[in-house]
């Protein structure tokens, strides 16, 4: 099975504070992706990643960067937190057609802004 | 721009009483469909892929169905266990990354 693993559940943080959330995949795909997820407005992508070192913004990129220096890691860091980045956030991986094209989620990643 | 519309944003069923839950999308060529289920509190757990009109997927009690327009999840004889959220996500051909834009899914509950 495949397994997305999002190192922290929950996190509260103080505004203007730098904000890494870490993710790991151990199905070696090439793609990952941050997605993060509001009541009313769905999941919406922030930025994602096709190769080592390679990176995309999304939809909604702004406030957030992204590393990506090893295969099966993808960090999306909040150089300064603020209020309205409280939200879920979510690490996505795929195989690409390998897999289907199928994009497998973590379990979530809870981020408190205070 | 690729869009997708979820209906109804909310769903109360009977346990045993069928129904079905709308996904409508715009895409520019479509290369996949996607229905995910999302419990509170949790990440989306993949449930189908669908690749082209007429296709449909079965597990359990849950069937999922695509047009050129639109899919449906339908869902027979429900139980309480199968209240979740169901997102539908579409993936566009020739987008790199093989990223997803998803609907706003819809709340299912089910009562015994």
């Known amino acids: 099975d495949v397994k997305v693993t999002q190192s922290s559940r929950y996190l509260v943080k103080r505004t203007g504070e730098k904000v890494f959330l870490e993710c790991v995949q151990d199905m070696d795909h090439e793609n990952m992706f941050w997605y993060r997820q509001d009541p009313g407005l769905g999941l919406r992508l922030i930025y994602f990643s096709y190769d080592v070192k390679m990176k995309e913004k999304g939809d909604i990129p702004e406030g957030y960067s992204v590393s990506r220096e090893k295969k099966e890691r993808f960090s999306l860091i909040l150089e300064s937190a603020s209020t309205n980045q409280t939200s879920m956030y979510l690490c996505?991986?795929?195989?690409?057609?390998?897999?289907?094209?199928?994009?497998?989620f973590g379990e979530g990643s809870w981020l408190t802004v205070v | 721009e690729d869009q997708v519309t979820q209906s109804p944003e909310a769903l109360r069923l009977q346990e045993g009483e069928s129904s079905s839950l709308n996904c409508s999308y715009t895409?520019?060529?479509?290369?996949?469909l996607f229905w995910y289920r999302q419990d509170p509190g949790k990440g989306p757990e993949f449930l189908f892929t669908?690749?082209?009109a007429g296709e449909e997927k079965e597990k359990e009690r849950l069937k999922a169905t695509l047009t050129k327009k639109e899919s449906f999840l339908h869902i027979t004889a429900p139980k309480p266990e199968d209240s979740a959220t169901y997102l539908c996500?579409?993936?566009?051909?020739?987008?790199?990354?093989?990223?997803?834009?998803f609907g706003e899914g819809t709340q299912l509950t089910v009562n015994p």
């Open positions: 895409v520019s060529g479509l290369r996949g």
């Open positions: 996500a579409v993936q566009a051909g020739g987008t790199s990354g093989s990223r997803l834009t």
């Open positions: 996505a991986s795929t195989g690409g057609a390998s897999s289907g094209n199928t994009i497998y």
């Open positions: 669908l690749y082209s």
